[in-house]
């Protein structure tokens, strides 16, 4: 499940966050698929955990909007890591419908585990 960070400036419009929710977790899916985790364009709740933030006083970027996307790293999803940030960033200029913004797509080595229970909302 990759973790979709979006800090935004306070002055952007709902509706272009609604645009951006709407949009983010395909075209997220798409710039993280790899042969360990194939996306078949069937998103299921959970598949992609968005988080929205206005940016704070202590914020320092001056982009309307920026992304950051962590996901698990895989050898395969690694490779054209810089191609993958480019498409999603374009995916974004145009759910956003402006150029003013930051991609930031990481891969850490990570480990990830749920409760049975766990249910996302």
Known sequence: MPIVEVTHDPEVPAATLQR????LPHAVSLAVECAE????GDLRPGDVDLRFRPRGPYDSAGLAVVVEVRSKWFASRAEARQERCDRLCDAVAVAAGTTEIG??????VAAW???EDAVPR
Do not use: F, S
Not at 20 to 23: D, P, W, Y
Not at 37 to 40: I, N, S
Not at 103 to 108: A, I, R, S
């Open 20 to 23: 951006l929710a709407a949009a």
């Open 37 to 40: 985790e194939p996306y078949d």
């Open 103 to 108: 991609v930031y797509l990481t891969m850490p």
């Open 113 to 115: 585990a749920q409760g």
